[in-house]
């Protein structure tokens, strides 16, 4: 049975692909949802008063969040956060990796 990030209506925007063995999500779609949830909460809090602040406070949290669910993944068939390519949307899982498409010998689309 795959694994979803919950709750599902949350996090369903930045996922790639839930086709393969795993689902796989996108890592600056989610930083981005991340970053907007937390500035909510963080302008709650008297510390942070400028547009700024509140926005460099949310993205650090978000970035956090990210590196503590990523490292929780390593080891179990929980989701995958990977980024993704530019051109054709399709997941980059490794650091040099080239287009996705590439793979499949299908050409990379421009993105609409």
Not at 42 to 58: K, L, M
Not at 84 to 98: S, V
Request: aromatic residues 10%; hydrophobic residues 35%.
């Amino acid at each position: 049975m795959k694994q979803y990030l919950q709750p599902r209506s949350f996090y369903d925007a930045a996922m790639i692909t839930d086709t393969g063995d795993r689902v796989i999500y996108c890592e600056s779609t989610l930083l981005q949802i991340l970053t907007d949830d937390y500035a909510h909460t963080v302008r709650g809090d008297y510390r942070f008063t400028s547009e700024v602040r509140i926005n460099h406070e949310a993205r650090k949290q978000a970035m956090r969040w990210l590196r503590y669910v990523r490292g929780s993944m390593v080891y179990a068939d929980s989701p995958f956060i990977a980024a993704r390519c530019a051109t054709c949307l399709g997941p980059i899982i490794q650091t040099l990796q080239q287009c996705p498409a590439l793979d499949y010998l299908q050409p990379c689309a421009p993105s609409v």
